[in-house]
C-alpha cells in the first residue's frame, strides 16, 4: 500500500498537510497514525472472529492499524476515521444497536468524521473477488437503498487522496 506509506511520511513529522482547494484557498487538514498491526495479530484476529478481511485492508493495517486522515483542523467537522482492528467489531456492533439492520457479513472499517455517516465492507463480495465491496452507509437513507463505492480498498484509498479527502463517491 504504497500510497499510504507515502502519505504517512508526508504526514508524519507534523501530523498536517497543506493543500489549494479549487478556490484558491489554502486548507491545512490533520493526519494521525496508529502502529502498524503485524500478520500474526491480523491472522488471530480473523481466526478468533470467523472473518476473512479484504487483502487491501489488511495491507493499510500493516501501515497503521488505524487512522485519522483529512480532518478540518482549523473548523472541525470533517475527516475520516478509518478503524483498526479493536474498532471495526465495536463500531459495527454500535451500528446495529442504533437500529441499522446490518447484514451478518458487512462490517464497519470507516467513519466519516462531523457526521453519522460510515463505510461498510461487503465481506461477502470481497471473498467473491469482486470490485465493488465498499458501501457507503449514508445515514440519510434507508439501509436497502444504500450504494456501492466503485473499486476496492486500494481504489477507494488513492481516490480519497487524489480528492484531498473528499467524498468522491457521492459526486453525480
Known sequence: MKQITLLKEKTSTRNTLSYTDIFGQTIEVGFSWK?????EEINEFESSNNIKLPKRYKEFLKV????????????GGSGYRILGLTEILESTKHRIEWGYDLKDYCI???????????????LKKSEDKGNDYIIDGDTGYPVDEWEY??????????????TNGSMYWRWY
Open 35 to 39: 502502529n502498524p498491526a503485524s500478520e
Open 64 to 75: 497503521s492499524n488505524g487512522a485519522v486522515i483529512y480532518e478540518d483542523i482549523e473548523d
Open 108 to 122: 464497519v472499517f470507516a467513519e466519516v468524521m462531523g457526521n453519522s455517516d460510515f463505510l461498510l465492507f461487503d
Open 149 to 162: 463505492v466503485k473499486g476496492d480498498f486500494f481504489h477507494f484509498i488513492n481516490r480519497l487522496i487524489t
